[in-house]
């Protein structure tokens, strides 16, 4: 059971999903340009993540701001399928409840046993 004001990704306002897609976008870029998209790859989101790589590769000569309204207007209900996937809970006005995307992913690459 969720805490009050908590709410699973799929529950939120459409304004307080932008805002986490918007988000989880500018986490998604961070972990794209430096390579460590692999904790994603253990959801069941790899066409999501094919579709947007793609996206991400014809668009690279973007601006970076303008390559983050391209994925949100074009690839937004990619990303959101994504979020709900992730089963993470938020505040009503779409930030991560517990953490913010960075420590979320820590947390998943801690929780690998080590030797793996």
Same mark, same amino acid.
């Given at each position: 059971?969720?805490?009050?004001?908590?709410?699973?990704?799929?529950?939120?306002? *459409?304004?307080?999903?932008? #805002?986490?897609?918007r988000d989880f &976008?500018?986490?998604?870029? !961070?972990?794209?340009?430096? %390579?460590?998209?692999?904790?994603?790859?253990d959801f069941p989101?790899?066409?999501?993540?094919?579709?947007? $790589? @793609?996206?991400?590769?014809? $668009? &690279?000569? /973007? @601006?970076? *701001?303008?390559? #983050?309204? /391209?994925?949100? *207007? !074009?690839? %937004?209900?990619? /990303?959101?399928? &994504? &979020?709900?996937a992730l089963h993470?809970?938020?505040?009503? !006005?779409?930030?991560?409840?517990?953490? $913010?995307? *960075?420590?979320?992913? =820590?947390? =998943?690459?801690?929780?690998?046993?080590?030797?793996?």
């Amino acid at each position: 059971m969720l805490q009050p004001g908590v709410v699973l990704f799929d529950q939120l306002s *459409e304004s307080a999903k932008q #805002r986490a897609v918007r988000d989880f &976008i500018d986490f998604y870029l !961070n972990k794209y340009q430096s %390579g460590s998209l692999e904790i994603l790859t253990d959801f069941p989101i790899q066409y999501e993540m094919e579709q947007i $790589n @793609h996206d991400i590769q014809q $668009n &690279i000569s /973007f @601006h970076p *701001e303008q390559l #983050r309204q /391209f994925l949100s *207007e !074009n690839d %937004g209900h990619l /990303f959101a399928q &994504i &979020i709900s996937a992730l089963h993470e809970s938020f505040m009503e !006005n779409g930030v991560m409840a517990e953490s $913010n995307y *960075e420590e979320w992913y =820590q947390k =998943q690459y801690d929780a690998i046993k080590p030797g793996l």
